[in-house]
């Protein structure tokens, strides 16, 4: 399984990115699919998953901000990021668990400006 990020980018405060990941690979399930990020000096966060089920969780900081998404046709999982926040800079990751391995993509960052 391979993740590749895309979509990150420099935007002023109060603005909107999309990133999107592309998902390759035959005859993958998953349990976990979705977006972590990590900012410069500190743990790496989970921002916005999908289930194997299909239900969402998301960070407490990003809801109602931050909507994730998933193509099925496509192999993709996107993150719209509105109302966007300097506390948001960080890279974020696609991440991907299917029982115990656990997959990363190569991270794309995104700054917010003040």
């Known amino acids: 399984v391979q993740l590749q990020a895309s979509g990150g980018g420099l935007v002023q405060t109060g603005g909107s990115l999309r990133l999107s990941c592309a998902v390759s690979?035959?005859?993958?399930?998953?349990?976990?699919l979705g977006w972590y990020r990590q900012a410069v000096g500190k743990q790496r966060e989970l921002v916005a998953t999908?289930?194997?089920?299909?239900?969402?969780n998301y960070a407490d900081s990003v809801k109602g901000r931050f909507t994730i998404s998933r193509d099925i046709a496509k192999n993709t999982v996107d993150l719209q990021m509105n109302t966007l926040r300097p506390e948001d800079t960080a890279v974020y990751y696609c991440?991907?668990?299917?029982?115990?391995?656990?997959?990363w993509g190569q991270g794309t960052l995104v700054t917010v400006s003040s």
């Open positions: 690979g035959s005859g993958f399930g998953f349990n976990t």
């Open positions: 991440y991907l668990r299917w029982g115990f391995r656990e997959y």
């Open positions: 999908f289930s194997g089920g299909g239900s969402t």
